[in-house]
């Protein structure tokens, strides 16, 4: 059995629906037992109809729903099912409604035999923009698994190049999508966030950016992504021995950020992992908090990336400003570390990361993300 979502008339989908929204508490329905482009929906407009016919707010394809099954229904900020003398009966944990009931956020629903927990999302104040927000990002849930399993991105890439901007070195993948809520890769770990599906997501992004990269240009080194729950996992190594199986030959660099490196012997230890599938590391966004120098010395990376708050504006910065970033980068240097400036948007800031020591830079100057057809000859 499955919901039919063509005929669901669900005002996540409208705007014109959106904009009648006036409610404290915003009600939704999560289907117990569907695959999840299908379990998620808003209870909008009220009264809320749910049954077999075409013409119901939520319309269920299943045999045992009678065509006009029950009713939901909000008075100051609560939810009241109310059945309408269906076949098979409509319970609420277990217990079957005669008439009306009253419910409450985690109860589970039935409309014969199809099931729904019910959820909420409670705001202090009426507000239209609040329930849309609410409202969009029900939606996004809803098309976070269907991207998930069809694998629905669109891998960007970012050009890093030569200091002096003469050759391209290698490309971050950034993830993009055209699905409505999850165009960037902020959107997508915050959905996945929400169903605890960081790792899954982060894995799949890697694979399907390893995949596109194979169009760039032979010999390119493709930088990849982690997310920082993955650090200190087992299936780590393996996800990328998977992507490493997957292109034997192709140049990979994997970023880390430098927040999430808490254990210098962990760091060790996945370096040596890597090296052995002939993978460099790079700690990412290095300076944009604390400055893990510690970890840098005990456990040096192949690359650090210089956080662009670093980069922004240096050819205004003060002198001090300037020998810090220059004394930053020659340690690194000393360590046999390869740095590289991040964000760089002008030709004046190009020019003062070349003066201070930069190897590689990565920004707007050089080049802004883009499918792989763009760097194509």
């Not at 002939?278 to 510690?294: E, P, T, W």
């Not at 192949?302 to 980068?329: A, E, H, Q, T």
């Not at 046999?336 to 707007?364: D, H, M, N, S």
Request: proline share 4%.
């Amino acid at each position: 059995m499955a919901v039919d979502t063509g005929s669901l008339k669900n005002p996540i989908l409208t705007s014109a629906s959106r904009s009648s929204i006036d409610v404290k508490t915003v009600w939704i329905l999560e289907a117990i037992g569907q695959a999840m482009s299908e379990w998620l929906t808003v209870v909008q407009p009220v009264p809320f109809s749910i049954g077999r016919k075409a013409g119901c707010c939520l319309q269920l394809q299943s045999r045992a729903v009678s065509s006009h099954h029950a009713d939901l229904t909000v008075r100051d900020s609560n939810l009241f099912l109310i059945d309408r003398q269906s076949t098979n009966g409509t319970y609420v944990n277990g217990v079957r409604v005669r008439d009306m009931a009253t419910l409450k956020k985690d109860d589970v629903v039935q409309f014969a035999d199809v099931a729904f927990r019910i959820r909420c999302d409670d705001h202090a104040t009426a507000s239209n923009t609040v329930a849309e927000d609410v409202c969009d990002q029900a939606l996004a849930l809803v098309q976070f698994d269907r991207m998930m399993e069809k694998r629905l991105v669109t891998p960007f890439f970012q050009p890093i190049v030569s200091i002096d901007g003469s050759s391209i070195k290698g490309y971050e993948v950034l993830a993009r999508s055209r699905m409505f809520g999850l165009e960037t890769s902020a959107a997508m770990f915050g959905a996945a966030a929400k169903l605890n599906m960081e790792i899954e997501l982060s894995q799949m992004l890697r694979w399907e950016g390893i995949r596109e990269g194979l169009a760039l240009p032979k010999g390119s080194d493709i930088y990849v992504n982690t997310h920082p729950l993955e650090l200190g996992r087992n299936d780590l190594l393996e996800s990328i021995s998977n992507v490493r199986a997957m292109t034997p030959d192709t140049p990979i660099t994997l970023e880390v950020h430098e927040a999430a490196i808490t254990s210098a012997a962990q760091m060790r230890e996945l370096r040596k992992g890597l090296r052995d599938l002939n993978i460099k590391i790079a700690y990412d966004d290095f300076g944009a908090g604390q400055n893990r120098l510690a970890e840098l010395g005990n456990a040096p990376p192949d690359v650090m990336k210089f956080d662009m708050s670093l980069i922004r504006n240096i050819d205004s910065g003060s002198v001090d400003r300037v020998k810090v970033l220059r004394s930053l980068v020659q340690v690194v240097i000393d360590l046999g570390v390869i740095p590289l400036a991040e964000g760089i948007e002008t030709e004046k800031e190009a020019i003062v990361c070349r003066e201070v020591g930069f190897v590689l830079a990565q920004g707007y100057y050089f080049g802004r993300p883009a499918p792989p057809s763009k760097f194509i000859s």
